[in-house]
């Protein structure tokens, strides 16, 4: 808690001197915009059918609210609320400040096109998969395995600083992190939560493509407990056709000589042509501990979007010799 009221006071902090420092400079926003509020949203239910124990499960799997607020023609205000097990929570809620945009004058430096300083609860910036979170960005219905086996959708407090030109994108982030103690097992201590910092680099080497790099640390000094998370991305798209993937590396390190690591990949291509999609993505997981273990798994799927706000998918996993799923999903968004 205390780390969320350091984290919210300090960016209102910057915000108030960054509209003084910039208050000459023109922006693109629209007066007529401000303190308008915008709502989206979107919702999604699942079918999984699984041959081997002759299992079948439906439902809701993800909802959202998104509102979205422009409280000066530099802030912005986000907030995600999500339906999660039953129960209402926060799953976005950032300020955004404009330090610099893309319609500022002259005078701004030629590297950055843009630069904002946000903070609050949010998305941690690692790797291209967490711009695929929600179900209604995403057309494979499962996440990759080596992101499950890693940082798992990784969402939390803390604060960032973007920084866009027409060559790159850069993002620096501290947060809380997540839970990366490992402690030795006759040690009723609780461990020290210290912020985790990380950055994100994405180059756009030539038309359509990009290559990124993603690195975050953790340091906690209670139990000499430390992450270390690392990741390489790439990413071409042209027309209907898109190519990504990742190599994500996450070590585990205690003074007590525990170690945990966890490394893979995947690779995912995507072909759309007029409302049809068809996806297919391999991806592998090593697993480090006391023994290890090496999972595998395929993925392909197929969709159809009937509507700007319906769409319809169905995906198919292989993992291994061992068994087969089918999942059937419907999305809506508004």
Not at 131 to 144: E, K, N, Q, T, W
Request: with cysteine.
């Amino acid at each position: 808690m205390i780390l969320r009221i350091f984290c919210f006071t300090l960016l209102l902090a910057i915000m108030l001197l960054s509209q003084l420092s910039l208050a000459q400079q023109p922006t693109g926003a629209d007066p007529a915009l401000i303190d308008k509020l915008e709502f989206s949203g979107f919702g999604d239910m699942v079918l999984s059918i699984d041959p081997t124990d002759d299992q079948k499960t439906i439902g809701i799997e993800q909802f959202e609210l998104d509102i979205n607020t422009i409280l000066s023609i530099k802030t912005q205000l986000s907030l995600a609320l999500i339906l999660d097990q039953g129960s209402i929570g926060v799953g976005l809620l950032t300020i955004e400040q404009s330090l610099i945009s893309p319609e500022g004058n002259s005078s701004k430096p030629k590297f950055i096109n843009e630069l904002i300083i946000g903070g609050g609860q949010f998305d941690v910036p690692f790797g291209i998969d967490y711009l695929s979170y929600a179900a209604v960005d995403r057309h494979l219905i499962s996440v990759p395995l080596v992101v499950e086996g890693t940082h798992d959708c990784w969402n939390d407090y803390g604060l960032y600083l973007k920084a866009t030109n027409r060559k790159y994108d850069l993002t620096l982030y501290s947060v809380n992190g997540f839970d990366c103690h490992l402690q030795d097992e006759h040690d009723e201590s609780e461990p020290e939560q210290l912020w985790t910092f990380g950055a994100q680099l994405g180059l756009s080497l030539f038309e359509n493509f990009r290559l990124g790099g993603s690195a975050a640390y953790t340091n906690a000094r209670s139990d000499l407990s430390n992450m270390m998370l690392l990741g390489i991305d790439l990413k071409y798209q042209s027309g209907g056709l898109l190519l990504k993937g990742e190599y994500i590396n996450h070590k585990l390190a205690s003074a007590s000589g525990i170690q945990r690591e966890a490394e893979g990949f995947y690779a995912q291509a995507e072909y759309s042509i007029g409302r049809w999609f068809l996806v297919s993505r391999y991806g592998e997981l090593k697993q480090q501990e006391e023994i290890d273990l090496q999972q595998t798994r395929w993925s392909h799927g197929v969709g159809r979007s009937l509507s700007d706000m319906l769409e319809l998918r169905v995906e198919h996993q292989i993992y291994g010799d061992t068994h087969n799923s089918t999942f059937f999903q419907t999305v809506v968004s508004f």
